[in-house]
C-alpha cells in the first residue's frame, strides 16, 4: 500500500510540475516596415520616385560605384557566398532588395521585404568567377534557368583563386574582356533553402570547388543576429541587422521618406562626386593586413617617420680666404711687359704683398744691367786688414769722404 501512494504522490507532482513551469516560445522576429529604410538610408543619399518602381534610393557614391563590387568582400557562410560591405548602410541594400541601372543616374536600390546573403548571380569560367546584381522582380528560378539576361557589362569577374580575398576588389577582370569569359562560362546553380523564412538563394560557387583553386581551406562564417542596423564581422562570426520586413506599418499606414527629391534635380551620374560614406569601423578582416599593405592605406607616413633618421644638417667646412676675382673691366687694361720693355715699376707691383713677391723665383726674373746706374759692388768674403792710424771711411765712388 505505500508503495502504491508513494507512486500516485509522484504522479501528482509530475502533473502540477508540468502545470506550474511554463512552456517556452520561440523568440519572436522584429517585424519592421520600409519607413525603416527610408529613415536609415535618408542621410546617405536621396529618395527619388522613379517610374515603375515607386520610391528607390540613389546613394551618396561617385560614379565608379558597382553593387556587390566597390568597398566589400565575400564571406562564406551557412547560406552560401554572403556579401559584407564596408558601407555603413551596406547592411540593407545589399541584403534586401535589388538593383538597377540607369543610364542617366546611375545605380538605384530598390526596397523589397526578403533579406539574403547577396542578391546575385553567379557564373564560372575557367580560372575566373564572376556574379551579377539580379533585378527588381526577378526570381531565383528564372535567374538559374536562363530566362533572365543580365546585360554583359554588368557583370564582375575575379580570377578564382582570389574569391576569398577581403582585398578582393583588387583582382577584378577589366570589363572589356567581359565578352569572352561569359562565352566561356556556366551559370552557378547552387541554391540554399532557407525554411525558417521560406526563401530560397543562389549560394555561389561550392565550397569544395573554392577550397580546390585557392589551394587554401575555406571556414565557414557564422551568422548571428544584431540587435540595431548594421553588421561586424569579429571572430568568425557576421553580426548583421535582419528584420523581417513588411511593406505597410502598422494599421495599414503608408511608409513615405521624409524627404523626397525630384527626379529633375538630380545630377547625371558622369557628374556625380560622393563622399563615399564608409563605416567608422570596418567589419575586421579573417587574415590580418600584412605591413605593406598597412603602409600603403596610411599613406606610409607613420611608418617612415619611425624609420626615417633623422636628418642633421651637413658640417660647415671652415671658410677658406679666398679674394674676390677681379670685376671685369670693359676699359682697356694696360699691357704687362716684362722687365725690358718697361723699366719702371708699376705702383700695383710695389703693393704686391711679400707672399706673392717670394713666389716669384729669382730665375724668373730677367736681369738688366741697363736697370741702374752703378752696378752692384761684389762684397769681399775676406776680411780687409786695418790700416794704423784708426779706420778709414770709405770713399764714395765721387771721391768724396761720407
Do not use: C
Not at 41 to 59: A, D, N, R, T
Not at 76 to 98: E, K, L, M, N, Q
Not at 99 to 128: F, H, N, Q
Not at 154 to 177: A, E, G, K, L
Amino acid at each position: 500500500m505505500k508503495s502504491i501512494f508513494r507512486m500516485l504522490a509522484i504522479v501528482v507532482l509530475l502533473i502540477a510540475a508540468s502545470w506550474m513551469v511554463p512552456s517556452s516560445a520561440p523568440a519572436q522576429e522584429t517585424t519592421v516596415s520600409f519607413q525603416l529604410f527610408y529613415d536609415e538610408l535618408s542621410p546617405y543619399g536621396m529618395w527619388v520616385e522613379y517610374p515603375s518602381y515607386g520610391y528607390v534610393w540613389i546613394p551618396d557614391v561617385d560614379r565608379d560605384f558597382r553593387p556587390y563590387g566597390t568597398e566589400g568582400y565575400w564571406v562564406f557562410t551557412d547560406y552560401g557566398w554572403t556579401w559584407v560591405s564596408g558601407y555603413t548602410w551596406g547592411w540593407a541594400p545589399f541584403h534586401y532588395g535589388r538593383w538597377v541601372y540607369d543610364d542617366m543616374y546611375g545605380w538605384l536600390w530598390v526596397p523589397d521585404t526578403e533579406w539574403g546573403p547577396a542578391w546575385v548571380l553567379w557564373r564560372s569560367a575557367p580560372g575566373y568567377y564572376g556574379w551579377a546584381p539580379m533585378g527588381p522582380g526577378v526570381s531565383i528560378e528564372v535567374s538559374i534557368g536562363g530566362g533572365y539576361q543580365v546585360p554583359n557589362d554588368r557583370w564582375i569577374f575575379v580570377s578564382d583563386r582570389y574569391i576569398t580575398s577581403p582585398q578582393v576588389n583588387r583582382y577584378y577582370i577589366d570589363r572589356t574582356t567581359n565578352v569572352t569569359i561569359i562565352n566561356q562560362s556556366t551559370v552557378i546553380n547552387n541554391t540554399f533553402v532557407d525554411n525558417s523564412r521560406h526563401v530560397t538563394y543562389v549560394a555561389g560557387p561550392g565550397k569544395e570547388d573554392v577550397q580546390r583553386v585557392t589551394g587554401a581551406q575555406v571556414k565557414a562564417v557564422a551568422l548571428q543576429e544584431n540587435g540595431k542596423p548594421g553588421q561586424v564581422l569579429a571572430n568568425d562570426q557576421l553580426r548583421i541587422y535582419r528584420p523581417r520586413v513588411e511593406k505597410s506599418a502598422d494599421q495599414g499606414r503608408k511608409p513615405v521618406p521624409s524627404k523626397v527629391t525630384n527626379l529633375k534635380e538630380v545630377k547625371p551620374v558622369t557628374e556625380r562626386q560622393g563622399g563615399q560614406r564608409r563605416n567608422e569601423e570596418k567589419p575586421a578582416n579573417r587574415t590580418q593586413p600584412t605591413p605593406q599593405q598597412t603602409d600603403k592605406k596610411q599613406g606610409g607616413q607613420q611608418r617612415q617617420e619611425m624609420n626615417t633618421p633623422e636628418k642633421k644638417e651637413p658640417e660647415r667646412q671652415p671658410r677658406r680666404e679666398v679674394s674676390p676675382p677681379a670685376k671685369q673691366d670693359n676699359t682697356k687694361q694696360p699691357e704687362m711687359r716684362s722687365p725690358r720693355t718697361n723699366p719702371k715699376e708699376t705702383p700695383r707691383q710695389k703693393a704686391a704683398p711679400a707672399e706673392q713677391q717670394q713666389r716669384q723665383t729669382p730665375a724668373a726674373k730677367p736681369t738688366d744691367k741697363k736697370k741702374s746706374a752703378t752696378p752692384p759692388v761684389k762684397k769681399s768674403t775676406s776680411p780687409q786688414p786695418k790700416k794704423k792710424g784708426g779706420d778709414v771711411k770709405p770713399k764714395k765712388d765721387d771721391g768724396q769722404e761720407q
